[in-house]
């Protein structure tokens, strides 16, 4: 049956950080993002969020772009034409759209949030259906009740390895059941050295990742990137730039770490000719980098003909845009850690829209409906009926 959108608000959300965020391409101090709000006409909402960053060292999206390509293009095409399904609304909102994902899956997870109201069913259901429909064998669409977190810790102020031993201490002690750093060139064994030694005097067997977020050069950095790669990570993520997939192909194949794409893994299309070529086999699926939770169905189909190992990532997002990851994530083609944190990690209490809490064994519920959501310092931008 078609939904037909009667109305929609585009809310903004400005939420302090309790401390920091540094990665190689800048500092996040501060989470600005866009909530959409879409209506049917039995007054049924569905709730999602873009979460792009202010500036571009992400990805080319802001979130000043991504509200005016939601208010001047895609907000309008869903009130206009009405979609019975998944495939359509992704067709409908890329129709002659060139990127502009984030802002995409604010709209597409909105209208996923929606169905599942109306529906009455869980968001983790809708997405284990179309998993089967593309054709995700059963093993892959198998789903845990609980998701199992992982922290990520950005560069510390001071660039201390005492920063990392503490901050990684902490990590074990709070239940984290893998530890991610945020690393660059000039800034890599130091922290991970510290960060090994935190582990083993903790007697933890916790894996140990790094994200460089393509701030390496193959040739540049070729000797520095074969050090990592034999210092026992779990994967060495986005090591080289996003378009580089023939180099990180290279890599991985002169390396005994595996490389997992972050930046790179944009679209199914993008999946396909990674693992058409031979590519790296851990994958990074991100909701907002994709364009929402059908693109994100599409590349997990890909994923297990190839046999790659995907994981969860954010932005990170409030709690209202985590929903689509943990419906996600939940099934059992997803193998490491996810990267969503409890609210308290990120945001002052009671400042998450929708709270996200993790047990002391570091894992999270999946939810079987929508959890109660806090409209507090939601600022509306406009109504588009």
Known sequence: MSITISRARLYELTLPLVEPFRLSGGTMAVRRSLIVELEDGEGRVGLGESAPFEAPFYSPETVTSAREMLLQHLLPRLLAEPCSNPAQVHELLSRNVMGNRMAIAGAETAWWDLRSEREERALADLVTDRLEQLGVPPEWRERRERLRCGIALGMPENRTASEIRNAVTRAVERGYRRVKLKVMPGWDLEPIYAALDALERYDAEIPLTVDANGSYQLERDRGRLEQLGRLGLLYLEQPLPAGALW????????????????????SADVARQVAEMGGPEVWNIKVQRIGGL????????????????????????????????????????????????PSERWYAPGADPIELTMESDGTMLVPTHRPAVSRDGWELVTVVE
């Open 294 to 341: 059908e693109e994100a169905c599409r590349i997990c189909a890909v994923a297990s003909k190839y046999g790659a190992k995907l994981w969860g990532g954010t932005m990170p997002e409030t709690g209202v845009g985590a929903q689509a990851m943990l419906a996600l994530g939940a099934h059992a083609g997803f193998v490491y850690p996810t990267d969503l944190e």
């Open 247 to 266: 180099d990180l192909k290279v890599l991985a194949g002169q390396i005994d770490t595996p490389i997992c794409l972050d930046e790179s893994l944009t």
